[in-house]
């Protein structure tokens, strides 16, 4: 099982970045895909979520309208679109998947990518 980021980087605030999560290894359209961050001296936290079934979403209070998840189940990619990045969007980004089956549950994380937010 693989998760790997990618597109993060250094952008000024008001900017835009795209991240992408590659996946192999799972059955992907299966799963329910997340995107987490974790800033410095800070406890890693939920951005923004899109389940597998109904394909609703859930989002941080701070990104709601900034920030968009997606998925392509074609080719086993999750997206996180952020526009109007802020220097407090500045952490490192995690993919998360996690998946259900009977009583139990699978969960897989990403490496992370850094986001950089500054002038």
């Known amino acids: 099982v693989q998760l790997v980021e990618s597109g993060g980087g250094l952008v000024q605030p008001g900017g835009s970045l795209r991240l992408s999560c590659a996946a192999s290894?799972?059955?992907?359209?299966?799963?329910?895909m997340s995107w987490y961050r974790q800033a410095p001296g800070r406890e890693r936290e939920l951005v923004a979520r899109l389940f597998s079934s109904s394909r609703s979403t859930n989002y941080l209070d701070s990104v709601e309208g900034r920030f968009a998840i997606s998925r392509d189940n074609a080719n086993n990619i999750l997206y996180l679109q952020m526009d109007s990045l802020k220097p407090d969007d500045t952490a490192v980004y995690y993919c998360?998947?996690?998946?259900?089956?009977?009583?139990?549950?699978?969960?897989?994380w990403g490496q992370g990518t850094q986001v950089t937010v500054s002038s």
């Open positions: 290894g799972f059955r992907f359209s299966h799963y329910d």
């Open positions: 998360n998947a996690i998946g259900y089956a009977g009583s139990g549950s699978s969960e897989y």
